[in-house]
């Protein structure tokens, strides 16, 4: 096996997915946002607080190039807008099979209505945001994916044995 990478709107589940995955399949998970909180010190909502978005997007980029450097048989999840990049497509892919994690926008507000680390979350009406990003985000989370996992009502264990199946 390569590189397992997840991708999709904040909320589906990569995370959670991710380490699960890891402890089934014994190998190593990574979270691209942990990595850039790591190294810039601070947490993301400080990065887009201080630095704007802009300046977030270019260090997704950056860790990207990282992790085809040093990644090796690695559960990878990635921050929800990272594959709205081309150039960020381009190296999901040459990094490994990547699995879009599909969930609905009412999914999405279930788990993150309470949420305060989201910074692209915190208007007052979430679930309109969620449903706009959602609708522009799809197509280009398909055209990034390899395998695409609906998890709207599944269980982990459903989500982790589709994923099992599909990994080559
Ligand atoms: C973002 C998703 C977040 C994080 C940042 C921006 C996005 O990651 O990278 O808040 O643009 O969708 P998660 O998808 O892990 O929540």
Known sequence: MGNVI???FMGCGKTTVGLRLSYR????????????????????????????EGYFRDRETDC??????????QIISVGGGLPMREE?????????????????GETIYERLKDDTTRPLLQ????LTKIRTLLEERDP????????????????FQQILDEIEENVT
């Open 6 to 8: 997840l991708i999709g």
């Open 25 to 52: 399949l014994r190998q190593p998970v990574i979270d691209t946002d942990k990595e850039i909180e790591k190294e810039e010190k601070r947490t993301i909502s400080d990065i887009f607080a201080t630095d704007g």
């Open 64 to 73: 990207l190039k990282k992790l085809i450097e040093s990644a090796n048989n």
């Open 88 to 104: 960020n497509r381009k190296l999901l892919r040459e990094l490994g099979q990547v699995f879009y994690l599909r969930a609905k």
């Open 123 to 126: 208007g007052n009406d979430p």
């Open 140 to 155: 280009y989370y398909r055209a990034a994916a390899d395998v695409v996992i609906t998890v709207d009502g599944k269980s």
